[in-house]
């Protein structure tokens, strides 16, 4: 299993500075980790903001490290010439699954583009051998995932303040 296992994350790499068509206007870029510094002013707001609402710590800073060091991948959506959305994604491998994980989302106009998102996520995971796609959000973003099911909920407590 784990010759299977660092295949797909070989199959994930060679999509590296992939464009595709999303819908009539948008694309979709898989930016190469060499080039994530050029992209980051763009989009750093739109990381951070996702970050600052996650319940793991995240940071626009430590998803920099991932995306620029090929543990995650980064994704921008572009709408003519306009950045307007991104996505952080990572591999992420179970006993008898692996998955395609969606840590960060975010940016303009989302409704334009979400649907076409979802159709070529799933299409690229199906490609490099993931065989489940999960994300993790606020339950306001179920409208975003209508045909994904809640496989789970996740019950967190800050425990900072508690007294040992």
Partial sequence: MPMEQNGIRDRAREFI???APLGQSCKIVLVNPTEVEKFWPWIEDYIEKSAL??????????????????ESQLWIIVNEDDITG???????????????????????????WMDDVHHFIETWAMKIGCSLIEAFGRK????????????????TKELKDRLH
């Avoid at 409208?143 to 909920?153: I, L, M, Q, R």
Wanted: net charge negative.
């Fill in 53 to 70: 609402r996650s319940y793991t710590g995240c940071s626009a800073d430590s998803l920099y490290v991932e995306v620029a060091s090929t």
């Fill in 86 to 112: 991104v996505m952080v994604t990572s591999i992420h491998e179970y006993p008898k699954k692996v998955a395609l994980r969606i840590s960060v989302i975010g940016g303009e106009n989302m409704k334009e």
């Fill in 17 to 19: 500075s992939t464009t």
């Fill in 140 to 155: 306001g973003w179920a409208k975003y995932f209508p045909d994904y099911d809640t496989g789970c909920v996740v019950f």
